[in-house]
């Protein structure tokens, strides 16, 4: 009759434990990653401007609107309105001029070709406040982060003049304001 070896075991399941707890408090980590939200948009914004194809004429005027969830771009959360407007305000910030729309239906995305399209409606907001560009944006929720997209599209011709990708840890703070739809 083979004998058990207890000791083995008792260290096996030790171990065990050990790794199953480091693996469950990276996961935790990870949801309670700290990100300056603030900083971290500022910076986008700044690269968004910086990569236009053409430059940005800080005399005429940009309209911002929320960033919409890529799933579904009639729907928009806290977390949209918030990069939205903060990168509207760091464009503030930089000097340009910018006017803020909220308009829900008037833009969008088609779904299977990918272009901005932008309406009548639009194209009479922009043309009343000689708007050369529209800020509009995207985001898409991972894992363990959230995707945008940035983009500066042109009113005239529905170019995209600029656009810049980052993400953001799905911490506590994003994932409660992305529960937050409209």
């Given at each position: 009759m083979k004998m058990v070896n207890w000791k083995g075991i008792s260290a096996l399941?030790?171990?065990g434990v050990l790794l199953t707890g480091c693996a469950s408090n990276k996961a935790a980590?990870?949801?309670?990653?700290?990100?300056?939200?603030?900083?971290?948009?500022?910076?986008a914004t700044q690269i968004l401007v910086k990569n236009a194809v053409v430059p940005i004429?800080?005399?005429?005027?940009?309209?911002?609107?929320?960033f919409a969830n890529i799933d579904n771009l009639q729907e928009s959360s806290t977390f949209?309105?918030?990069?939205?407007?903060?990168?509207?305000?760091d464009l503030v910030g930089g000097g340009?001029?910018?006017?803020?729309?909220?308009?829900?239906?008037?833009?969008y995305m088609e779904p299977r070709v990918g272009e901005f399209m932008l309406s009548r409606e639009?194209?009479?907001?922009?043309?009343?406040?000689?708007?050369?560009?529209?800020l509009v944006g995207t985001y898409a929720v991972g894992g363990e982060y959230v995707y945008v997209n940035a983009r500066l599209v042109s009113v005239n011709d529905s170019r995209v003049l600029s656009s810049y990708d980052f993400r953001l840890p799905?911490?506590?703070?994003?994932?409660?304001?992305?529960?937050s739809n409209r």
């Open positions: 399941l030790v171990v980590r990870v949801s309670d990653q700290k990100v300056d939200l603030v900083e971290e948009v500022g910076d004429n800080k005399q005429k005027a940009i309209l911002s609107t929320s949209g309105r918030l990069i939205g407007d903060t990168v509207a305000g340009f001029n910018v006017i803020e729309i909220r308009l829900r239906n008037s833009l639009l194209r009479h907001v922009s043309a009343e406040h000689d708007a050369q560009a529209v799905l911490n506590r703070d994003i994932r409660k304001m992305l529960s």
